[in-house]
T-cell receptor, first 108, second 114 residues
Framework: GIQVEQSPPDLILQEGANSTLRCNFSDSVNNLQWFHQNPWGQLINLFYIPSGTKQNGRLSATTVATERYSLLYISSSQTTDSGVYFCAVSTSGYALNFGKGTSLLVTP | NAGVMQNPRHLVRRRGQEARLRCSPMKGHSHVYWYRQLPEEGLKFMVYLQKENIIDESGMPKERFSAEFPKEGPSILRIQQVVRGDSAAYFC????????????FGSGTRLTVV
């Protein structure tokens, strides 16, 4: 099956800092989504982005499908950004394969 | 506009009992997906359903697990004769009729088998 690798596995930031999370995948995909799992376990959809660039507030994402990677940018991080960020991809369109995630801790 | 509703939030079952997990998709969503999150394995796809149809159950264990999404009512994930290894967080997601363009996940059901 398709392999999804996320880096870095862990990240500690001070409030206000910027960060870039990376997702590499091993095959062509027709579905790519980024999720944030907060400390209470809730999974929040951040972006549906099989290709191109999108922005939502302090977050933005870019997927370069031809090179099989996606980047999630977090600017001016806040403590509420803490949690685990997952990249998930699919070749079927619907059955998402999740990476192991990047665990982010933002300190005051 | 309520999101994806899962219940119960926490479920404790003794080994050998049955567990029933419920999921009501977002209003207007007709596609339901179940995922399981195990500490060492991460999030894994289990099954994809539309009303009265199982579209893909390739991620479901072959025995003891079943899922349905009836014409009326919530989607049900059923685990018979639970074992300790079934302890996990089970998440349901839904997407609109146009397709899987941006899942909305429920809050999950944490199943503990004692």
């Amino acid at each position: 099956g398709i392999q999804v690798e996320q880096s870095p596995p862990d990240l500690i930031l001070q409030e206000g800092a910027n960060s870039t999370l990376r997702c590499n995948f091993s095959d062509s995909v027709n579905n790519l989504q980024w999720f944030h799992q907060n400390p209470w376990g809730q999974l929040i959809n951040l972006f549906y982005i099989p290709s191109g660039t999108k922005q939502n507030g302090r977050l933005s994402a870019t997927t370069v499908a031809t090179e099989r990677y996606s980047l999630l940018y977090i600017s001016s991080s806040q403590t509420t950004d803490s949690g685990v960020y997952f990249c998930a991809v699919s070749t079927s369109g619907y059955a998402l394969n999740f990476g192991k995630g990047t665990s982010l801790l933002v300190t005051p | 506009n309520a999101g994806v509703m899962q219940n119960p939030r926490h479920l404790v079952r003794r080994r050998g009992q049955e567990a029933r997990l419920r999921c009501s998709p977002m209003k207007g969503h007709s596609h339901v997906y179940w995922y399981r999150q195990l500490p060492e394995e991460g999030l894994k796809f289990m099954v994809y359903l539309q009303k009265e149809n199982i579209i893909d159950e390739s991620g479901m264990p072959k025995e003891r697990f079943s899922a349905e999404f009836p014409k009326e009512g919530p989607s049900i994930l059923r685990i018979q004769q639970v074992v300790r290894g079934d302890s996990a967080a089970y998440f349901c997601a839904s997407s609109p009729p146009e397709g899987p363009y941006g899942y909305t996940f429920g809050s999950g059901t944490r199943l503990t088998v004692v």
